[in-house]
Structures are given as C-alpha cells and as structure tokens.
C-alpha cells in the first residue's frame, strides 16, 4: 500500500461508523506515517492490525490471537474489540488505538480504502530479461528471465533472476518471486482468495491484499492457482513442485521440498512443513497443519491435522495401513452379502 497519513485514516475513521459506542480517537501528528498492515504479531511502527479478543491462535493469523501476543503488539493503528476500551496505556507500541464495534470487519474496510493502490510500486525489466510482444509487464522483472506470449506481471510483482513464464501466465500485485522458477502455462499466483466472512446480516467477500511469496527453483503446473493472503501473506519455501491443476488456498504457509501431484488442493490457512507429499486428486481442509514428510495418498481427504512422517489415504483420511484393512474387510462383507 503507499503510505497514508495517519491523521487521514483517523479522519475517515471518524465518519466510517465503524467506532464501537462511546468510543473516541486522539489527535496525533499529521506528520505520522502507515507504510503498510499485518498480523498482530508481526506488526511494526507503522503497520496497520488488528485484534478480535479471545484466545485463539494461528500460525497463519485468521482467527485471533493470545491476550499475551495482544499487550506485545507493536502498530501504528491498531482496531480492537469494545472489551479493550481504556487499554491505551497498556499498549506502550501502539501509536493508536481505535476501539471498533468489529475489528475484523474495520481491518477489511480499512484495506479495501487504503490498502488496494499498488500505483507507487517499482516496476523495470532488466535489459537481460526476454520479453515477448505479446506480454505485458508492469511490475519488476530480473535478469535473465523468460516472459511468453499472453503473460501478464502486474504492478506491484517482483519477479526474479531466471524464472520462466512460458504463456498466459497471470502474476498479480504485491507477489514476490524467487530465482529460477518455472510457471507452465495459464498458472495464476496470487487472485483474491474464497474467503467471505458475515457482517450485518450479509455474507462479504474478504480482501487478499497481502499477496504471495515464493522462494527459489520451485515449479508450477499448468493451471495452478496460488490464491493470496488477507493481512499475511501466501507463503511457499524453496524447491517446492506443483503439477497441473493444483490449489494452493489464501494465508496457506508451505515449507521447502514439497510436492503436489495434479488436482490435489489446499484450502485456506494450511501449514506444509518441509518435505509432504500429496498424491493426485488429495484434498485438505482449511485450518489444518501437515507435519514433515507425511505422505497424502491419491483422492484422500483430510479433515484433521496429519502427524510427522504419517501416511493417510481415504475420506476422511486415516493411517494408510488401517485404511487397507478397512477396504479388505469391506470388500469382505460386501461379497458375503452378495452369497
């Protein structure tokens, strides 16, 4: 986002009708600056954030955080529940406090306000960058890279040295890239994640302004998705490998060496750690995490978090071995009944 100052997202706060009943904000500096937004527990100076009350905790920060995590944040503006009336001197870090009816919902018109402008973003192609005709690149484009007919790198990408965009390959804003990267055709990294959330009796669609990271020499099937984060953003480690067709959901977090075979998907907020396996067709569910080198056999579906070095199979999906007995005794029972 490009920097506003926080005299004016005041202002507009003033008259949002956002502000909880009785609740005021102070005067500050108009000199004071907010450079950007993130989740509460990596929030800085001049970062926007919010708070939702509660205990719950996340890796990928959708659903709240710990009390602890809430009297340590750091911000320059931070949206808090109506329970937090009074805290500002609690909050040594936080240059503002603003006591909303709900935070949640203030984050997200904050973002769509102030936080969708990318106008102010770098944007270059190094001179030994291959760029066809037939491409359009307004974002940041590094050495030696290949751009194909059809692509588009938007303002606000970063795409770096050697990575290869063979066709109709779509990079949105704020996506960063690392070298040697390869995106078969019609890949797409980094659109507005399914998420939606109810307010006022209406169900609205949640904003995915925090984009995407990806690190070195990972690989991306033709027509791979990688959706974007809402205030922290879609992350994928080093030496990762997708194939055709795959679905990697908004705020998932996705270590090194992991590969997912074609039509396999995550929903959001997953964690990948380093080294998973998922087979073709396996799908998981949101909120969930894949503990290192556990292995997601073909066509599984994973509603609970997988253990360590585990092999699952099978909907919902358990121990592969267990998975096998089962189908045994299943196909048993069945030609008994057939008798």
Not at 9 to 31: T, Y
Not at 207 to 231: D, E, L, M, Q, W
Not at 235 to 252: A, L, R, Y
Request: proline share 4%; hydrophobic share 45%.
């Amino acid at each position: 986002m490009s920097p506003v100052a926080l005299s004016e997202v005041l202002s507009w706060l003033r008259s949002s009708g956002l502000l909880a009943d009785g609740a005021s904000l102070p005067d500050v500096d108009g000199n004071l600056e907010l450079t950007g937004f993130a989740a509460v527990d990596r929030a800085g100076a001049a970062d926007v954030t919010f708070w939702l009350g509660g205990t719950a905790s996340s890796d990928t920060h959708a659903n709240g955080y710990a009390s602890s995590v809430f009297e340590n944040v750091h911000a320059g503006l931070l949206f808090a529940p109506p329970e937090c009336a009074g805290f500002a001197d609690r909050l040594p870090g936080v240059r503002c406090l603003a006591v909303v009816e709900n935070p949640y919902h203030a984050m997200v018109e904050f973002l769509n306000r102030f936080a969708s402008d990318s106008s102010d973003a770098v944007a270059g192609c190094s001179a030994t960058a291959q760029v066809h005709p037939g491409a359009v690149v307004e974002g940041l484009v590094g050495e030696n890279c290949v751009i194909g007919p059809g692509c588009v790198v938007m303002r606000g990408a970063k795409v770096g040295a050697g990575c290869v965009l063979e066709a109709n390959v779509t990079v949105y804003p704020n996506v960063e890239i690392g070298e040697g990267c390869i995106f078969q055709a019609g890949v797409v990294v980094g659109s507005r994640g399914f998420g939606f959330y109810e307010y006022a009796g209406k169900r609205r669609m949640v904003p995915h302004y925090a984009g995407v990271r990806i690190g070195k020499r990972c690989s991306f099937g033709a027509n791979t998705v990688v959706a974007a984060g809402f205030v922290s953003p879609t992350t994928i480690g080093n030496d990762c490998h997708f194939d055709s067709f795959v679905q990697i959901g908004h705020n998932c977090i996705l270590g090194n060496n992991i590969f997912m075979a074609s039509q396999s998907g995550l929903a959001g907020t997953v964690v990948v750690e380093d080294d998973v396996e998922l087979a073709g067709g396996a799908q998981v569910a949101g909120h969930l995490t894949l503990g290192k080198s556990c292995r997601i056999a073909a066509k599984a579906g994973v509603t609970k978090s997988i253990p360590a070095g585990r092999m699952v199979s099978g909907f919902p999906a358990i121990e592969i071995n267990i998975w096998r007995k089962a189908m045994v005794n299943l196909k048993r029972l069945g030609e008994k009944g057939l008798r």
